[in-house]
C-alpha cells in the first residue's frame, strides 16, 4: 500500500456530496487497515432532545469501518453488507471522532470495527460491520484521484 492510494481515497471520501452539503466539516485520515473520520457538532444533526441523532453515530462509525477495509483493497470500490451500531452516550458538543480497524480479511470478504469518541476521549459508541468487494473499479469517475 501507499500513501497515493490513502490520499485518494481521502479526496473521494471528503468531496462526496453528502459531506460538503451536509456533513461539512468531517474530517478524514486514512492508513494500512485503519481510518479516522471526525466531525464538528452543531445543532443540524439534534434530534429532539438536544444530542445527535443516531444516523451521525451510524454514518461516522460505518465511514470509519469502511475506509480502514478500503485502504486494503487497491482495485474496486468496497460495499458495506452490514453494520451493527451501539450507543452508549450521547454528545450533544465539540469534536466526535470514529476510529476504524480491520479485524478479519479474506479474499472477497473482511469485518471491521469502530470506535465513536467524543473530545474528552470518552467512548460514545461503537460498530461492527461486513464488507464486500464489488465488481466497480476504482477511478476518477467516481471521485478517486
Known amino acids: 500500500?501507499?500513501?497515493?492510494?490513502?490520499?485518494?481515497?481521502q479526496r473521494m471520501y471528503l468531496r462526496a456530496k453528502v459531506n460538503t452539503e451536509i456533513y461539512d466539516t468531517t474530517?478524514?485520515?486514512i492508513k494500512k487497515g485503519e481510518a479516522q473520520i471526525g466531525l464538528t457538532l452543531s445543532d443540524k444533526y439534534f434530534h429532539a432532545l438536544g444530542a445527535i441523532h443516531g444516523?451521525?453515530?451510524f454514518k461516522l462509525l460505518d465511514d470509519a469501518a469502511f475506509f480502514a477495509v478500503s485502504s486494503l483493497v487497491t482495485d474496486v470500490f468496497v460495499l458495506t453488507t452490514s453494520f451493527n451500531i451501539q450507543m452508549i452516550r450521547p454528545?450533544?458538543?465539540?469534536?466526535?471522532?470514529a476510529i476504524g480497524t480491520v479485524r478479519f480479511k479474506s479474499k472477497n470478504l473482511f469485518v471491521a470495527e469502530s470506535t465513536l469518541i467524543d473530545e474528552k476521549g470518552?467512548?460514545?459508541?461503537f460498530g461492527t460491520g461486513n464488507f464486500a468487494k464489488s465488481k466497480i473499479v476504482l477511478?476518477?469517475?467516481?471521485?478517486y484521484r
Do not use: F, N, Q
Not at 1 to 9: A, G, I, N, R, V
Not at 139 to 143: D, T
Open 91 to 97: 454528545v450533544s458538543a465539540g469534536v466526535i471522532k
Open 27 to 29: 474530517t478524514c485520515l
Open 1 to 9: 500500500m501507499d500513501d497515493l492510494h490513502y490520499d485518494k481515497l
Open 122 to 125: 470518552r467512548e460514545i459508541g
Open 139 to 143: 477511478s476518477k469517475e467516481i471521485g
Open 55 to 57: 444516523s451521525v453515530y
